[in-house]
DNA sequence: AAATAATCGAGACGGTACGTCTGGTCTTACC
DNA sequence: GGTAAGACCAGACGTACCGTCTCGATTATTT
C-alpha cells in the first residue's frame, strides 16, 4: 500500500478556520439581511473583521463565497418516506419541499439559482452541492418505485425529476403562481401516472 | 362644460424618439455581445451617443432598461399550429420553442429571469412583457382542445400550463441537460394524456 | 375677418421686464444666502419661475448674471466729505469704506473680485460698473487737494489710489488682519504726507 | 516609563510617494495649461496616471489640492537682499516679487486667492503654505531697519507690510493698472519714508 | 534557537461604474 | 415672436467596490 504521495504536511502558518467561519457567517448574514446583490466582498471582510486578501485567497468570486456560506448552512435534503408507494412518496416529498420552499430557503435558492446564471463556476457549485445530492434521493425514490414493480423500468429519471420538479421551480423562479399543495398534487399525479406499469385491460 | 378627460398637453421639448431607439438598440447589442452582467448604463450611453441623463430620465435600472430591450425585439411569440389534434399543435410549439432557448435568446431569458430574482419591478416587467402574452396564447390552444372534446373541460389551465412549460424552463436554467425534442415529446405526453378526456372502457 | 394687423392692444410683451428683475432679484437671493459658488443658472431659474433660455439670452455666464445682480443693487458710492482739508476727507472717507466692507458688502466685493480672476468680461464689468466710478471719485478728491495746493501737482493719480486703498483691498481678501481705523489711518497718513506739497525748510 | 511619544505604528499599505508627486506634478501642469477653472479631480487622476479615490484620499477639494500643488513648485521666497540699506533692500524684493508675478505664478496666485473668498480652508492653507513665511521674510528685513537705526522703533510691522504690498496684491487682483517698478518704487518711498527714523531739523 | 514560509489584519493602489448635478443647446405649445 | 417648460448631449462630481499590492505581525515547520 503505497502511502500516498501527497502527504507533504504544508509549510508555514495554517489556514485560520475560525477566519473561514467568520468570512462564511459574515456572508450568510448579508445574504439574509440584504440579498445577494448587496453582498460585497468588502462588506464581508469588514463584518468578519478580516482582510480582503483572506477572503480571495480562498474563494474565486463573490457568487463562489455566496454560495459556499449558502452550502454551508442549507437545510439538510429533504427525506422521502418511504411507505408500500412510492408514488405516494414522491408526492409527499414534492408537498414538503414546496413548504420549505415558500419560506427563506426558496428566497436563497432563487438567488442562488440567479447567480448560477452568469457564471459556469458557480452554477457547477451549486449542482454539485446542492442539486445533484436531491436528485440522486429523488432517483433512489424512483428506482424502488420500479424495484416494486410500481413503476416502468424503461423510464429516463432524469427526465422524470425535471418534469416532476420543473413546474415546482418555474413557479419559484417567476413567481406568477404559489406552489401550494393541488398543484403539486396534480402534476405529481400526472407525470407518475404516465409511468406507471399498465394494467392490462 | 368640457368632458375632455385626456387633458394633459405635454409641456416642454417632447421625448426623443430616435434617442429611444439608439439606446434600446445599443442595449441589445451589449446584451448580445456580453450578456447583462456586462451591460452598463455608461456603456449603453456611450455606444447610443446619448447623455447618461436620458438613460436615467425613462428607465429606472438597469434591468428595466435591458428588459425593454429584450423585448423590443424578441421574436414574436411562437405561434401554435392549428391542426385537427390540439395535443399535437402544443407539443410541437414547444419544441420550436426550445429550439428558439438553444441559441441566443435562450441565453437572454436565462438573464432575465436572473435579474428579476432581485427585483420586483424587473420580475413585473418580465412576466407581462414576456410572459404572460405566451401563457395567454398556451391558454388559447388549450381551451381549443376542450371545446374539441380532446380535453377534460374541468382544468386549471395555468397548471397544466405550468406543468408543460415548467420542465423546460428548469433545464433552461438549471442546465443539467438539454431541451432536447425527446424530453419535451415525453413532458407534454405525460401532462397532455392525464388531462385527455377518459374513453369509457 | 381677422384683422391681422395691429389690434388696439399693441401685440403684448408684457414679460420682459418683469422676467429680468426677477432673475436679478433670485440671483440676489441665491448669493446672499448661499454665496457665488452655489449660484446655478438652474437654481435662478428655477426660483425666478423662468426658463434657462431666457437667462442665457442676456447673460452669457454664471458670472456676468452675478455681476449684474449685484451692481443692480449695490450700495452707492461712499462720498467723500468736503471740508477745508483733501487729506482729511480722504482719510474720512476710507474709513466710511472700511467700515461698509466689514458687513456684507464685503463678502460680496469679495466674491465679485474672486470671481473676476477667471473670466476677463466679468472683470471688465467689476471694473466699469464698480470700481471705476468709485476710482473717479478719488481722482476728484485727489485734484481738489492739488487745486487747493495741499498735494504736489506732479502726481499719477491711479498710483496714489493704488497705494490708498490697495492695502484696504489686500486685508479684505487675505483677511488675515481686519480693516480697523488705525490701520487706515496710518495707511491714508504714509501715503498722503508722500503727496502733500513740501514746506521749504 | 516609556517616555515615546510617537507610538502609532502604521498598519497597512504605505501611502505611495509616486503617487504623491505624480498628482501634484499633473495638478500643477493643469493649473499652468488651462489655469484654476479647468483643472478638474478627473484630469488630475488621469493625467496622473492615479485613481481618482488617491486623489480623495488625501486631499478634501480640488483647492486643496491645488494649493499643495502650487506650494510644492513655488520658488522660495523671494528674498531679501542685505546691503547697508533695509529700505533699499525691500524696494528692491517687491520689484522681483513683482516680476515673478507678472508671469505664470501670478495667475496662479491670483486664482489661489480667488478661490480661497469661498472656502476657508483654502484660505487657511493658502496663508499659512505660501503667504506667512513670506511675511515673516519681510518683518525680517524691517526688524533689521529697525536695528540698523534706519525705521523707527515702535512700528505695527504688519501694517507695514500690508502698506507695503497691498497696492501690488490689489494690481495684480484688478488688472487695471500694471505692477511696474516705477508703481512699485513709488509706493515703496512713499511707505518707508514714512517710517524712517526722523531727522531732527 | 534561527531560518524559512505561508498566513493574517490592514489599508493604499489603479480602475470601473455608479447615480446626480449642472452647463449650454434645442425643440415644443402657449399667449 | 418671445416665453416656460423641459428634453437633449456632455462631462465632472464624489462614492462604492473591484481585485491587486505592500506592509508588519503571527504561527507553523524545518534546519
Known amino acids: ?6 502527504d507533504s504536511t504544508p509549510r508555514g502558518r495554517p489556514r485560520s478556520d475560525e477566519a473561514r467561519e467568520a468570512i462564511l457567517m459574515a456572508a450568510n448574514e448579508l445574504l439574509e439581511g440584504a440579498g445577494f446583490g448587496r453582498l460585497t466582498i468588502e462588506g464581508v471582510a469588514a463584518r468578519a473583521g478580516v482582510g480582503k486578501t483572506t477572503i480571495y485567497r480562498w474563494w474565486p468570486s463573490r457568487g463562489a463565497l ?5 452550502l454551508s448552512k442549507v437545510a439538510p435534503v429533504i427525506a422521502f418516506p418511504q411507505t408500500d408507494c412510492a408514488s405516494d412518496d414522491i408526492a409527499a416529498q414534492m408537498r414538503r419541499l414546496a413548504r420549505a420552499y415558500r ?3 426558496g428566497t436563497v435558492v432563487r438567488e442562488m439559482i440567479a447567480s448560477s446564471q452568469g457564471d459556469a463556476a458557480i452554477r457547477q457549485l451549486f449542482f454539485d452541492g446542492y442539486l445533484a445530492p436531491r436528485r ?3 432517483r433512489r425514490a424512483l428506482r424502488r ?3 416494486r414493480g410500481e413503476f ?3 423510464l429516463d429519471l432524469d427526465a422524470v425529476i425535471d418534469a416532476l420538479y420543473g413546474p415546482l421551480f418555474y413557479r419559484l423562479l417567476l413567481g406568477h403562481a404559489p406552489n401550494d399543495d393541488a398543484f403539486l398534487d396534480s402534476v405529481a399525479a400526472a407525470v407518475l401516472t404516465g409511468i406507471r406499469v399498465q394494467r392490462i385491460g
Chains 1, 2, 3, 4 share one sequence.
Not at 1 to 6: E, L, V
Open 136 to 138: 440522486e434521493a429523488a
Open 66 to 70: 455566496a454560495m459556499e456560506a449558502l
Open 103 to 105: 419560506g427563506k430557503t
Open 152 to 154: 416502468r423500468s424503461d
Open 1 to 6: 500500500m503505497s502511502s500516498t504521495a501527497q
Open 145 to 147: 418505485g420500479v424495484a
